[in-house]
């Protein structure tokens, strides 16, 4: 299946020099590109013609090939097949981190994300969540999973408590039936 892999709509410096789109392959054969073509959503699109992705594979097509303009705000990249359905689509919304690429995370059809932000791989797999989650280093011996210290939970208990007996009071100052029905005293209006 071909997929919409990465795109960099926001490169470091110049636009022209830096964005590229990333086609992925991931089929067991390769897969020739006559008739497919790739759009912006605007009324240009870009003939892929001529290329072919190995299985496994990728194809890295830079802005000087296919004269696209990615949009750094709101952007959106749609492939299209040889009878010009849809074959896949990448859309975010927001402005576009600079130099990170929106880069696929899931091929599963049943996830809700399939792409994030996150460093180019151009020409290479992907960066995936728990990749970028493994990548980062913690000190040793520290807890990940805030304690909370004993004084602070006794300020917090007398926090609640006093909460309650406010509102507490609160209802049996407005209502005069519920103090008398709860402490008993004379109904007569003296």
Request: aromatic share 12%; proline share 5%.
């Amino acid at each position: 299946m071909l997929y919409i892999n990465e795109w960099l709509p926001n490169p470091v410096g110049a636009d022209a020099a830096g964005e590229f789109v990333e086609l992925y392959n991931s089929g067991n054969s390769a897969a020739p590109l006559n008739g497919y073509t790739l759009g912006t959503g605007a009324k240009k699109k870009f003939s892929l013609t001529g290329y072919t992705i190995p299985a496994g594979g990728y194809l890295v097509l830079k802005k000087a090939q296919t004269k696209l303009a990615l949009k750094n705000s709101d952007g959106a990249l749609f492939l299209y097949g040889p009878s010009g359905q849809l074959v896949d689509r990448a859309v975010f919304a927001g402005s576009a981190p600079e130099g990170k690429s929106f880069s696929r995370i899931s091929y599963d059809a049943s996830a809700a994300q399939h792409f994030l932000f996150t460093d180019p791989t151009s020409g290479a797999r992907n960066k995936t969540v728990s990749t970028m989650i493994s990548s980062v280093n913690y000190p040793a011996g520290v807890s990940l999973t805030p304690q909370l210290a004993p004084s602070s939970f006794f300020l917090f208990a007398i926090g609640i408590a006093s909460t309650i007996l406010f509102v507490a009071i609160y209802i049996f100052a407005k209502n005069e039936n519920l103090s008398h029905y709860i402490f008993g005293g004379d109904q007569t209006n003296r």
